[in-house]
């Protein structure tokens, strides 16, 4: 096979590849849950609160910031959206322009910039309102849940290796 052909080849392979992924800009577990950045984060750091013993002040005030923060983070969500639509869009397209990417890019950039501030500040001033032992508390149930997403991919790794391992004592050799 000449060179020219298997270049060929691995382009069109790595275009198909390409605009498989593009078709769909919106698969993926973070979206199937209807999850952005920031926003997993806070779900996480709700299910944690309520597991605490929160005054009912305590529950007010959090249950205000976490609602302003929603709020705040819904039209930046959609922008976000937005921007990977067009981004798509753009791949896509029959003539890609760099230059259209990079500003979608920097766009996209500055949203996340926004967003990451917004969630930072919020789950700062509710860690703020909590005591020394809810904060001990919080911080133990994050331990142990890392622990065990650490733990679950170990697992995944293992099954992984352990079928691809059987997949190539399965394979003919070549000879």
Do not use: C
Not at 25 to 47: N, W, Y
Not at 61 to 77: F, N, Q, T
Not at 104 to 122: K, N, W
């Amino acid at each position: 096979m000449s060179k020219y052909l298997k270049t060929t080849l691995l382009l069109a392979t790595l275009l198909f590849a390409v605009s498989a992924v593009a078709a769909d800009p919106d698969r993926g577990r973070m979206h199937q849950r209807g999850g952005e950045m920031g926003t997993q984060m806070i779900e996480h750091l709700g299910k944690a609160l309520r597991r605490l013993d929160l005054s009912e002040e305590q529950k007010e005030s959090i249950h205000a910031d976490m609602k302003g923060l929603r709020e705040s983070l819904k039209p930046l969500v959609r922008e976000m959206h937005e921007g990977r639509k067009g981004l798509h869009e753009l791949i896509t397209s029959d003539a890609y322009d760099q230059d259209a990417a990079a500003e979608i890019a920097g766009h996209q950039g500055q949203l996340t910039t926004e967003i990451t501030l917004l969630v930072s500040g919020v789950a700062a001033n509710v860690l703020a309102q909590l005591s020394d032992e809810q904060r001990a508390e919080l911080m133990a149930m994050g331990e142990k849940r890392r622990a065990h997403r650490s733990e679950r991919s170990e697992k995944m790794k293992a099954r992984h290796m352990e079928r691809r391992g059987k997949r190539e004592k399965e394979a003919p050799e070549d000879s």
